[in-house]
């Protein structure tokens, strides 16, 4: 059955369902419907049942479009990343839009392949084009601190990963309490030091977990030893292993994130350095399958999750005027997870 030149069912050329045509079948005036669609709390149950009843019957869809010109909302938020495959990132990508779900918002995903001033507003320039009431970005290196890359005003946003909270709204894991956790725990094995495997020199996150090695040690009054680097990958962590196998007073690792642990393992094993009974290892992230290593790894767990929910109540709060955007960075606490990859050091190393 079709819609006819009236707008309502029956033979003849079908056109568009209008907002008259469903105020015409349900007796009911065109702001009755208006409201019935925007969710107005002001319609009787009955009337509301009337008027969806004749939008079901009509197949008539509100128009967000024009509703969104009307107040303003276009009730999406737009995010912007130059790496999903990053370890979490999917995880805090999902919980946003969870988040969003949650409070009728939906999210417009653009990714970034290489994170420079001229991507980042063409990607904002998309945004606008796309109609979303703010954006979450993800900024992995230091562009936003070193004034690389500059975010357009006059848009809620929020920045995930950043140094730059003198700036901007940033959400950002405790990579320096994270890293501190690691070492003291070590520490407490009775470990004299803890060498440390680093993340990509450009990476915030890689820096802040470096320093926050070295000011425990400091804090502690024990020599730092000469950090190995590496790239996130296992690759580059079985790259320091090798090189850490052959140093005879190691006994205790932190790598910056549980894949280049992975690696670490892998070439302490192959070089008989047994682990924990001679050097313990640590890593950073609590991936999924950091429990089934062998060993299985201690390390320190960062809730992804966690970031994406905080991320995006955030910027909906700034979007409804809840909260004037001002720069800062709201901290996700991390958690030591001890497994079977560390162990106390007997006899106790001298002080």
């Known amino acids: 059955m079709g819609v006819s030149e009236s707008g309502l069912p029956g033979s003849g050329r079908s056109k568009r369902v209008s907002i008259t045509d469903v105020a015409g079948l349900a007796g009911v005036s065109m702001q009755t419907v208006s409201r019935v669609a ?4 002001s319609v009787t149950p009955q009337t509301r049942e009337q008027v969806l009843r004749a939008m ?22 737009g995010v912007i990343l130059f790496r999903l495959t990053a370890t979490g990132k999917s995880d805090t990508v999902e919980a946003i839009a969870t988040h969003a779900a949650t409070e009728g918002y939906a999210i417009t995903l653009i990714p970034i392949d290489v994170p420079t001033q001229d991507n980042v507003l063409g990607a904002f320039s998309r945004m606008e084009e796309l109609a979303v009431d703010a ?10 601190d070193t004034g690389v890359v500059r975010l357009p005003p006059g848009v809620p946003v929020v920045v995930v990963d950043s140094d730059a909270g003198d700036r901007y709204r940033v959400i950002d894991t405790d990579q320096d309490g994270g890293a501190r956790s ?22 915030f996150a890689s820096q802040r977990r470096a320093e926050g090695w070295r000011a425990a040690l400091d804090e ?7 950090p190995v680097p590496g790239d996130w990958s296992a690759a580059s962590g079985y790259a320091a292993g090798l090189a850490l196998a052959e140093q005879p007073d190691c ?21 008989g350095r047994s682990v924990p009974d001679e050097i313990s290892v640590v890593g950073f992230d609590d991936i999924p399958d950091a429990a089934y290593f062998i060993p299985p790894l201690t390390t320190i767990h960062q809730d992804f999750a966690e970031v994406g929910r905080r991320s995006a109540e955030e910027v909906l709060r700034q979007v ?32």
């Open 251 to 271: 006994t205790a690792v932190f790598a910056a994130n549980d894949q280049m642990a992975l690696g670490v393992l892998r070439a302490l094993h192959e070089r």
């Open 320 to 351: 409804r005027g809840h909260a004037i955007p001002r720069p800062g960075t709201g901290i996700v606490p991390t958690r030591l997870v001890v497994r079977n990859s560390t162990a106390r050091r007997w006899p106790r190393m001298p002080e």
């Open 38 to 41: 925007n969710g107005h709390p």
């Open 135 to 144: 954006v979450i970005v993800f900024v992995e290196t230091h562009l936003l």
């Open 182 to 203: 690691a070492v003291n725990h070590l520490l407490e094995l009775g470990h004299r030091t803890v060498w440390h495997v680093t993340g990509p020199e450009p990476s």
């Open 56 to 77: 079901r019957q009509l197949g008539y869809r509100p128009n967000s479009a024009a509703r969104a010109l009307r107040n303003g909302r276009f009730r999406a938020i």
């Open 220 to 226: 502690a009054g024990r020599p730092a030893p000469p």
